[in-house]
Structures are given as C-alpha cells and as structure tokens.
C-alpha cells in the first residue's frame, strides 16, 4: 500500500521593477455635480514588488502561499502622490482520503490580506461636464485619503458573513459567489437546500377542475400568485361565479401569515383565434379521430353544435376561402393534423393525418394563411373587457398580438375605467415574433405563448424564439410569461416527466418572470400537486440562477441615466448582494411609484445597508427613493437574488 502522506517544500524569490513614462488625461471628480477633465503633462509610474512563496504539499493537496509587495508610483508633483503596501498570505487544504478510508473529502480555503494606501492629489476646479460615461482603465484621482483595510474569506462548508442561518442566502452560495458562468455551473450542488421564498410567480387557469373555494384555497397555499380565466370558454355568469370564488378564497386565509399571499386576476381574451364548437353540444364529450378518415369541417351557423366524428365545425366563416387544396389545419395545439382535399362554399373535406382525441372548443391554426379580416378585438372580446373592467381584474392577457396597433385596440377597448389594468400580450404567431420589438414597446408585459407558437413556426426554433423574447424582455425591465405545456403530464399524472420539470427549470433560468398552468390546472386530475411540484421547481431553479452576472450585465445594458431613482435601484441591489439580504424594502403607491423618505430629509438617495444584530434581526436592504417617482419596478428589473417587499396602501397593488 502507498504512503498515505508525501511531502515536499519549494522556494520561490521574485524580484520585479518596472518604470513606465506616460502621456495620459485623467478624470477628476470634485464636490460639484461636473466632473472635470484636466490633462496631465507627465504620468511617471515606478513600481517594485517582492513576492514570496511557500509551498508544502500533504498528497499534493496542502499548499500555502506567503507573498509580499511593496508598491511605490509617483505621478507628476502637480497632480498626485500614491503608495500602497500591500501584504498578502493565502492557504488552500485539500485533503482527499484513499478510497478505503470513510472520510469525506475536505477543502478549506483561507485568504488574508493587509493593504495600506496613501494618495494625495491637489483640489482642481471644475471645467468640463461629464457629457457621457468615462471610458475604461481612466485613473480616476481622489481627494487626500488614508486606508487600512483587512479581509478574511473562507469559502466552502462556511458562511460568507457571520450571520444566523435562517437569514442568509446560502442556498448554492459557492456557485453564486464564482467569477465566471462556467465556474458556476461546475459549483451547483444537488444536496443544498432551495430558496426559502420564490421569486417567480405561478399562473393558473381557473377551471371545472378548480374553480370551488375549498380547490381554490388549496391552491392559494401551494403557491398559487394569479388566477387565469379563459373567456374563449363560458359565460361571463361563470366567470363572475369564479371571481367570487377566488376572493371568496384568498380571504378566507388572510389571518394565516403562512399560507396568506395576494392572488391577482387575469382576464384571457379569445382575441382573434379560431376554435372548435362543441362535441354533441356539450363541452364534457369528446371524440376520436383515427388516422385516415375523412371529415368536413364546416362553418355554418346551424352546425355549430354538430361536431362528432365525421363532421367538425369552427368559428370562422372565411375558413374554405383562405385553404386551398394540400393545405393543412391543426387542432389543439397540432395534437391532431387535417390535409385539405377539397373546399366548398361553407365547408372543407379533409383527411386525418394526425389522429386523436378532439375535445370542445379546441384551437384551430392555419399555417401559412394570411387572416387579415380577423379584427384584434372582435365584439366578443370588447364585451368581455366591459366585464372584466366592472369585475375589477387586474390584468388582460391580449390573445394573438400581431403588432403594436393591436395592443393599442385592446388599451382602447378598456376604456378610461380600464386604465389602471396591465395589458400583457400573448405573442404566438411568426408575424407577432417579427414584430416583437414594437410590441414589447406597447405592452405591460408580454407571454410566450408556445402552443400556438410551435404551430406558426417550426417546433425546433420555439426555444429560439422564446429566449429571443425573453431576453428583450429582462433588457426593458418588463415581465414576461412563459406558458403551455409546461406540466402537461400532469393533467392525467401525479408526477411531471424529467422533460417537463427540466423545462419549467430552464425557463426560470432563462429569466422568465412568471410561468403558466393550463390544462393542469383548469381539467386535470391533480391541480393542487401541478401547483406544489411548479413552485418547488422554480424554487430549486431560481437557487441556481448565476444573478451576479445577470446584473452585471442589466446594469451595462441599461443607458446611462441621471435619475437618481433608478442609480439607487441599482446600488440597493448591489448592496443586497454583498450582505447578503434576507430581502429588499421599498415603499410604494402603485408598484411604480415611490414614497419620498431619506434620514436626512434631503434630497439625497440612499441604499442603506442593514446588518444583523439582536436588535435588527433580518439584514435586509432598504430603499429609499428620492424625488423620482419610480421605485418597485426599477428594482425588480435588476434581480436581487432576495425578495423584494413593498409597502404600500393600495389594494390593487396588494
């Protein structure tokens, strides 16, 4: 058997001096709101550094290092003198025990280092305003200062800051805290716990299998944050019974702090799709459609309750019109194909490509057909607006928007009452992903709606497509939903297939704000399970998300702004990553605007910084916004890894 331990001792001595002469302009700041640009006629730059190792290796895993630097840089006597001493001492264990010895691998990690700096540098007048960001690797001179830091990091099997446990954010805090994506990755560990509160919110469509209080509040406390109502199905007698119900729900809990949490509703338009009527004349029958029959589908207003084997009818009357012979339909989100033999004056012979299970209601696509004469907001839909604006809900889901014009239609059919109702459009068609960007400009919020989508695009560029969108969204700062299919296993299953659940994962990862139950929840056997596995899988997901990049790269994509709303955001929740915040508070009127509150009573912005002690027990970050009136919205748009708690007064916000 080989010796458990092997030593060995190496030396290293390294001398270094380098002298470098420069013409450079150099930035000054001063107490002025300018900033001044003066140029310095010299920049002369002598360093000398000393640099000592040792390393002692136990089974090549024992390696500490001792370095010493000395560092001296004049720059010309007019401007500024600098030194800095820098002394540096970093160990790293590893200890892995042969495989027939029971222990567990250890790795400790130990960095210390002292750092003293004098800088001194003449005041200057200000003389030119900064007009732009100042470009990179410009010196940026300080006034006269002295520093004396000292910093102790431990990383692996420790905490960051020597705060409680049940504050901190630790789960996956070795990835979280890597230099780069890679790193990242190679650091997620399955054995760490997921997130105690879920950022991402939970969609679900309100249906038969749903709609009673008792589901509703089993729902609610699985983690349910908005409930959809599909108004291409029912009454709005139905609906309004539903929307009582959720209320009727969400208020029954709200003296439990634990399972309380404030449930949004959301009204989804029919807009201008094309459905199935009903099989037999009732929405519970279905049929089967084998592979190889034929069938007419038709489009008469006598046939609209026909539907059965043989005959299928649809809403559209333009239907035979806009197929030609080879043309294809799809049903239900492509689960059933229809190849256009023959087209007569209200109706279509077609044979079954795709056979299955067709149900009422059902969505029809058209592939490649141009359907010009389908207004945005029909009739239908302008009524159901009027409704949802009386009922109160809070948000639209605008079905099929092409362009931005349509989304105007929908603002315009809610009417003045409507005003204070988000609008968030359902983009699922090739013409709305061309037009996304005008889109996205018009809209609260935008939902890839991939059922359809995979029908009007081929289904191996959807992913394409969706992170496309969901990108653009993340770089506005506005929501964005990702929706169908997301669970559909669970619909006649308890357990969600490892496709599914790796989907609803990689969305989150993607940056999607919220994601969407449909068929789960709305008819399926198991809502309230579909409810708990999606909450724990974005908690799981939401842990792995590299944020310190995702911020870092917001912040360089966001346009330099002089409203000091928006730079406190971003230094609140800079901050939130450097304590490690249990969460960020911010006092808010609407979500979108702030309550002016400063420890001074002056115009100032603070991001102030909270730690632990017995009488403040939870760190936290808060938010104090200046005279600006935007607050809640800029700070979820940079992704804290903690939650974000609004205060706010208003109902509708709650």
Not at 33 to 44: A, G, K, R
Not at 410 to 438: C, D, T
């Amino acid at each position: 058997m080989p010796p458990l331990l092997s030593h060995s001792l190496s030396i290293s001595l390294s001398l270094h001096l380098s002298l470098s002469i420069s013409l450079s302009p150099s930035l000054s700041p001063s107490l002025s709101p300018h900033l001044s640009l003066h140029l310095s006629p010299l920049s002369l730059s002598l360093s000398l550094s000393l640099h000592l190792s040792l390393s002692i290796s136990l089974s090549s895993s024992l390696s500490p290092h001792l370095s010493l630097s000395i560092s001296l840089l004049f720059l010309s006597p007019s401007l500024s003198l600098h030194l800095f001493l820098s002394l540096s001492l970093s160990l790293h264990l590893s200890l892995s025990p042969p495989l027939s010895l029971p222990l567990s691998p250890l790795s400790l990690s130990l960095s210390l280092s002292l750092s003293l700096s004098l800088s001194l540098s003449p005041s200057l007048p200000p003389s030119l305003p900064l007009m732009a960001r100042p470009p990179p690797r410009t010196s940026m001179f300080v006034p006269p200062h002295f520093s004396l830091s000292l910093l102790a990091r431990i990383r692996r099997y420790s905490d960051v800051m020597p705060l409680p446990d049940s504050f901190i954010q630790k789960q996956q805090l070795d990835a979280s805290m890597a230099d780069t994506f890679l790193e990242h990755l190679c650091l997620l560990d399955i054995d760490q716990e997921p997130i105690t509160a879920r950022n991402t919110s939970i969609i679900c469509t309100i249906g038969p299998a749903s709609r009673s209080i008792p589901k509703l509040q089993e729902m609610v406390k699985a983690g349910m944050n908005i409930a959809r109502l599909n108004f291409s199905h029912g009454s709005h007698e139905y609906h309004g019974e539903t929307i009582k119900n959720i209320r009727e729900a969400v208020e029954t809990i709200t003296t439990d702090p634990l399972y309380y949490r404030p449930v949004a509703i959301a009204l989804d338009t029919k807009g201008p799709e094309i459905r199935t009527g009903l099989v037999r004349g009732t929405a519970e029958q279905e049929v089967e459609l084998e592979r190889g029959a034929s069938v007419r589908v038709v489009t008469g207003e006598g046939d609209r309750d026909s539907t059965d084997g043989n005959v299928i009818w649809v809403d559209y009357p333009s239907l035979p019109q806009v197929l030609e012979k080879g043309g294809r339909i799809y049903i239900d989100d492509g689960l059933i194909g229809l190849k256009v033999l023959e087209t007569g004056p209200d109706w279509v012979e077609a044979l079954v490509e795709s056979g299955g299970v067709l149900g009422s209601r059902k969505g029809v696509n058209l592939p490649g057909c141009d359907l010009v004469d389908m207004p945005a907001v029909s009739e239908r839909d302008e009524g159901d607006l009027r409704f949802g604006v009386a009922q109160g809900v809070d948000m639209v889901f605008a079905s099929f928007i092409r362009c931005g014009q349509d989304v105007r239609e929908v603002r315009r059919a809610l009417g003045p009452f409507g005003k204070g109702i988000k609008v968030v459009s359902k983009v699922e068609s090739r013409q709305g992903v061309h037009n996304f960007l005008e889109i996205l400009a018009e809209s609260d919020g935008v939902m890839v709606a991939r059922g359809d989508l995979g029908i009007e695009i081929p289904a191996e560029k959807v992913f394409i497509a969706q992170k496309m969108m969901i990108g653009r969204c993340n770089s506005a700062g506005k929501p964005v939903i990702c929706a169908t299919q997301m669970l559909e296993s669970m619909v006649a299953h308890s357990r969600p297939t490892r496709a599914e659940g790796s989907d609803v994962a990689n969305a989150v990862l993607d940056g999607a704000d919220c994601v969407m139950l449909s068929g789960e929840t709305a008819k399926g056997l198991f809502p309230v399970e579909s409810v708990a596995m999606m909450h724990s899988i974005c908690r799981e997901a939401e842990a792995a998300i590299f944020q310190q990049q995702l911020f870092e790269e917001l912040r360089r994509l966001t346009p330099l702004s002089n409203d000091p709303t928006e730079v406190t955001a971003i230094g609140a929740v800079e901050s939130s990553f450097k304590c490690c915040a249990g969460a960020v508070i911010v006092l808010t009127t609407t979500g979108r605007y702030a309550v002016i509150h400063t420890h001074t009573y002056t115009h100032t912005v603070h991001a102030n910084t909270h730690m632990l002690t017995d009488s403040n027990p939870l760190p936290f970050c808060s938010f104090y916004p200046s005279l600006s009136p935007r607050s809640a919205q800029l700070l979820s748009r940079y992704r804290p890894r903690c939650p974000i708690v609004a205060v706010t007064r208003s109902p509708q916000v709650r």
